[in-house]
């Protein structure tokens, strides 16, 4: 597995990954982190060791107690020191790598704020809450 690549200068992107017990998901998750980002890995009081497989894999961990995602994602953009920040399940379910398109329109100029939505890609695809 490709290492997330830490550099000591301010980093181009920073890309928030509010965790919870995804040790299994963090290793293709943070290899898909574009070359010169930095994974910002929020714990959120993972139990499976999740916070230390993060910063062996060379993320920075950013604690936050408080549970929920919301918590998390905050936690994240305050640590954030980039001028551009990107948010991204921390699950393995949406590849981090796809965030580049974003972030090449804000860089543009054409855009000040970007957002993605997911899109179900066959019947199922989703659980009836999902869908709601």
């Known amino acids: 597995m490709k290492a997330v690549t830490i550099s000591p200068t301010t980093p181009a992107v920073d890309v928030v990954l509010?965790?919870?017990?995804e040790v299994a998901a963090l290793?293709?998750?943070?290899?898909?982190?574009?070359?010169?980002?930095r994974a910002l890995v929020?714990?959120?009081?993972?139990?499976?060791?999740?916070?230390?497989?993060?910063?062996?894999l060379g993320?920075?961990?950013?604690?936050?107690?408080?549970?929920?995602?919301?918590?998390?994602?905050?936690?994240?953009?305050t640590a954030a020191t980039a001028d551009i920040v990107c948010f991204?399940?921390?699950?393995?379910?949406?590849?981090?790598?796809?965030?580049?398109?974003?972030?090449r329109e804000v860089r543009a100029g054409r855009s000040d704020l970007v957002l993605?939505?997911?899109r179900p890609r066959g019947r199922g695809a989703w659980p009836a809450h999902a869908r709601a």
Do not use: I, K, M, Q
């Not at 290793?27 to 980002?37: E, I, Q, S, T, Y």
């Not at 714990?43 to 999740?50: F, I, R």
């Not at 991204?88 to 972030?103: N, Q």
């Open 18 to 21: 509010p965790c919870l017990d």
């Open 27 to 37: 290793p293709w998750v943070l290899g898909r982190v574009p070359a010169g980002w």
């Open 42 to 56: 929020v714990d959120n009081g993972s139990t499976d060791g999740s916070a230390e497989v993060a910063r062996g």
């Open 59 to 77: 993320a920075t961990v950013v604690p936050e107690p408080r549970r929920g995602f919301g918590a998390a994602c905050h936690a994240g953009l």
């Open 88 to 103: 991204c399940d921390c699950d393995g379910s949406l590849d981090p790598a796809l965030l580049v398109p974003f972030v």
């Open 116 to 118: 993605g939505r997911r």
